[in-house]
């Protein structure tokens, strides 16, 4: 029996999870009767919902306190180019949802849904997420007021001695450590996940998770293949492809088996050095981006929260879907850096449709069912555009400057 932990450890998350979503349909149309299986993802779900509050807050506030002041480098346009790439994803994201609408096989339960009218009660209640009381947005699952005290908090502490910063950065490994810990157990979790769904909606529920998938990774190779490589050209006016495609040669190639924008830093930064980049500029924007530059993540955000919008049968509105673009790349920017952690802000964006977090946690359940694609291909659109767009921030500079550009060197 040790020898088989010893062996099960051992293997990769991505097999282990294939493991449990092949015995999740095997017992579920074996042993249907066995309700105890299914307590597994109810298990695995209710620890997401625990430990995602804590995780919002500390990652963020971390990342803001470490952010020195007066250093000259290409950080500004470096930022811009997250920033509207991020929104962008959302953006495609939205558009493809609307174009291919997905249902998903939830528990709405008994609780009455109030769709929001339209853009202006959306932003009310977000105005009022906002200022609502931390402990409370801590208790209730209040995302967007999380992340809000996580921003504010972090300012506040960007002059603190660097004592305090490193107990936050300490503190938020620690969470991110728990987080880890937790997706551990997703290969039970996701077992019991798929033996609920299977045995209430039959085999058929797969079927939607596989449209799901289709459109995540379509718009995550849409982005890498044509709206990123448009960015670029944009900036420096060549050929972006041979950029592009070294970027995801050698950063997106083991960031989609690392599934860590985090783990993935190390190999971000011999690129860049490759690259023969700044490494006053580098050695701050490849972090960075770690934490903030998640087209893939506002890919995922908005296309599960606009499949559990189908589900539940809310009318969108245009205004609507444009603000859930900026939501989901704001709220991308908080994202952890570990296996599956943009998952865990699925429940800020819903919250700007009214959907409660008990429904908005499920969708997070269904993520990590088809987290075995879904998270390695957008850590790798991820992660390799950390180095592209620090590369064509520099690149752009150089041309405005007159100077040779060599691209993909």
Same mark, same amino acid.
């Given at each position: ?40 993802? $109810?298990?695995? @779900? ?5 430990? #995602? =509050? /804590?995780?919002?807050?500390?990652? %963020?506030?971390?990342? !803001? *306190? ?109 969470? $991110?450590?728990? @987080? ?5 157990? #997703? =290969? /039970?979790?996701?077992?019991?996940? %798929?033996?609920?769904? !299977? *045995? ?121 879907? /444009? ?87």
């Amino acid at each position: 029996m040790k020898a088989l932990l010893l062996k099960w450890n051992q293997m990769s998350l991505v097999k282990r999870i294939l493991v449990g979503i092949i015995a999740g349909v095997i017992l579920a149309l074996l042993l249907p009767s066995a309700t105890v299986i299914g307590m597994f993802g $109810s298990l695995f @779900v209710s620890a997401l919902k625990a430990v #995602a =509050p /804590l995780l919002v807050l500390f990652i %963020v506030m971390s990342a !803001i *306190t470490k952010h020195q002041k007066g250093q000259k480098t290409n950080m500004k346009e470096i930022l811009v180019l997250y920033g509207l790439s991020t929104f962008l994803a959302g953006l495609i994201a939205v558009i493809a949802s609307f174009i291919f609408p997905v249902k998903l096989s939830l528990v709405t339960g008994s609780a009455e849904l109030t769709p929001p009218d339209g853009i202006a009660e959306v932003l009310e209640t977000l105005l009022f997420s906002v200022v609502d009381n931390p402990v409370s947005a801590l208790m209730n699952g209040n995302y967007i007021g999380i992340l809000a005290w996580a921003v504010v908090i972090g300012i506040a502490l960007r002059s603190a001695n660097n004592q305090t910063k490193d107990l936050l950065t300490h503190l938020s490994d620690a969470i $991110s450590q728990v @987080v880890k810990w937790v997706i551990q157990w #997703a =290969p /039970l979790g996701i077992m019991g996940l %798929v033996f609920n769904s !299977i *045995t209430t909606n039959g085999l058929s529920s797969l079927l939607d998770y596989g449209k799901l998938l289709l459109i995540l990774i379509g718009c995550m190779l849409f982005m890498a293949l044509i709206v990123n490589p448009l960015i670029v050209y944009a900036n420096i006016r060549r050929n972006p492809y041979p950029l592009v495609l070294l970027c995801l040669k050698e950063s997106g190639i083991t960031a989609f088996f690392t599934r860590s924008s985090a783990a993935n830093i190390p190999i971000n930064m011999r690129l860049c050095e490759k690259l023969k980049l700044d490494s006053d500029t580098y050695s701050v924007s490849v972090p960075l981006g770690a934490t903030i530059n998640m087209a893939g993540a506002a890919v995922t955000i908005s296309v599960l929260t606009l499949a559990a919008v189908h589900t539940l049968g809310i009318e969108v509105d245009f205004g609507t879907a /444009l603000l859930l673009s900026v939501v989901s790349a704001i709220a991308a920017a908080g994202a952890s850096g570990v296996a599956g952690g943009s998952l865990l802000l699925i429940p800020l964006a819903c919250s700007v449709f009214g959907i409660p977090n008990e429904i908005a946690i499920q969708v997070v359940g269904v993520g990590f069912i088809i987290g075995v694609l879904q998270d390695s291909f957008e850590t790798a659109l991820n992660s390799s555009s950390d180095v592209l767009f620090t590369a064509t921030a520099e690149y752009a500079k150089e041309r405005k400057a007159g100077g040779d550009i060599a691209v993909g060197a």
